[in-house]
């Protein structure tokens, strides 16, 4: 079923190369979002590890949770976009 | 000695390109996830054929256990050497980490052992993955015996694997829940507190929630270990495909991810899988409202 996203250079029609650039666009703004997502885990992270230091143990694995949540953001997207590509 | 390891280890791994130069076909990495059957068993309408999921599922399977025999059972003392201590700390992650963040009190004596394989078996079908084994669709001819190449695959980058794991998760909710509750009980915490008139659009909205927890449990773990194999192996492909230019970019870019997946991905997966596991349980037992 996956076999022909890959390797886009050899998908000749023009629908093909549409769809790829739409895949990669879809990925490309959600990883910006995940991005900004992460960033945010992360600054507040060492913010509350800067103002209260006992609490690392505690605060690490929300921090984990959080990132992990936040990082399947994207690829619901990837998952979303292949699913796309291949039955469209 | 050490040199001895290190020079059959660099044999072992450059293995790959002398199977990638011997079959010189198109390059696709999505071959990788078109598993062939090995052992074919039909039953009926069900295929229970062993392929190359199956294969890592069942070694993995072993794997876990003999990490779980070796390091928490074996001659345990009072004074723990590394192996014993790294076993304790693989029990204290599982229970401080895991159980006690997502279980209640009362329910942490059931629930601890499910929770904890589901953290260790992961763990070990996502490392395994990152390791090249000889369990490869694709065979190369070494001094005259055909061996299957080496590979890189996670059995849990197929989705009926995670799939499988969650739905395991899914009922076990629904059913503790239901014998903490009662049925009427338990289908009621479902809503929260809420003016009549919104109930209407409430209802439907978290039903499909319970729902798309199952989705979300799955898809997470499957789409991050897609698409780190995907990466290395683009990345692997570039090297003989491309300009001789392209390989240094193409070598630091898929250590670099690989080292990602390997140190913090695996385990960050395994982690998140467990410790959601034990949220959904323990929140299905004790609701809030």
Same mark, same amino acid.
């Given at each position: 079923m996956l076999s022909s996203f890959f390797f886009l250079a050899a998908a000749e029609d023009g629908a093909d190369a549409g769809k790829a650039i739409a895949l990669a666009l879809g990925i490309g703004l959600g990883s910006l979002g995940a991005g900004i997502g992460i960033g945010n885990i992360f600054g507040s992270m060492i913010q509350a590890v800067a103002r209260q230091p006992e609490l690392r143990s505690e605060l690490t694995g929300i921090q984990w949770l959080g990132f992990a949540l936040t990082e399947a953001v994207v690829f619901y997207g990837l998952i979303g976009g292949l699913l796309a590509f291949v039955l469209i | 000695m050490k040199r001895l390891i290190a020079l059959s280890l660099g044999l072992f791994l450059a293995l790959p390109s002398v199977a990638l130069a011997a079959e %010189? #076909? #198109?390059? !696709? $990495? &999505?071959? #990788?996830? #078109?598993l062939q059957e090995w052992v074919p068993i039909h039953l009926g309408p069900l295929d229970l054929s062993i392929n190359k999921a199956v294969a890592y599922l069942l070694l993995a399977t072993v794997v876990s256990i003999a990490i779980g025999l070796f390091l928490? *059972?074996?001659?345990? %003392? *009072? !004074? $723990?050497d590394r192996r014993q201590a790294l076993g304790e700390t693989i029990y204290e992650i599982a229970q401080v980490q895991v159980a006690e963040q997502g279980l209640p009190h009362k329910a942490i004596g059931r629930w601890f052992p499910y929770v904890a394989t589901l953290m260790v078996f992961i763990w070990t079908i996502n490392i395994l993955g990152f390791i090249p084994l000889p369990l490869s669709d694709e065979t190369v001819e070494i001094a005259g015996v055909r061996v299957p190449t080496l590979a890189i695959f996670a &059995?849990?980058?197929?989705l009926s694997v995670t799939l499988a794991l969650a739905l395991m998760t899914w009922l076990f909710t629904h059913i503790e829940g239901i014998r903490a509750n009662g049925v009427a009980g338990y289908f009621k915490s479902w809503i929260p507190d809420v003016p009549k008139g919104m109930l209407p659009m409430i209802v439907p909205l978290e039903v499909l929630g319970q729902f798309m927890r199952l989705i979300s449990l799955s898809v997470r773990l499957y789409a991050n270990m897609l698409a780190g194999h995907m990466l290395i192996l683009t990345f692997i492909g570039l090297i003989f495909l491309t300009h001789w230019a392209v390989f240094p970019i193409s070598v630091v870019f898929g250590t670099v991810f690989y080292l990602f997946e390997v140190v913090i991905v695996v385990s960050i997966q395994a982690y998140i899988f467990a410790a959601l596991s034990a949220i959904y349980i323990g929140s299905a037992i004790e609701p809030e409202h």
């Open positions: - | %010189g #076909e #198109e390059f !696709d $990495p &999505a071959h #990788e996830w #078109e928490m *059972r074996v001659k345990l %003392g *009072r !004074d $723990p &059995a849990t980058s197929t």
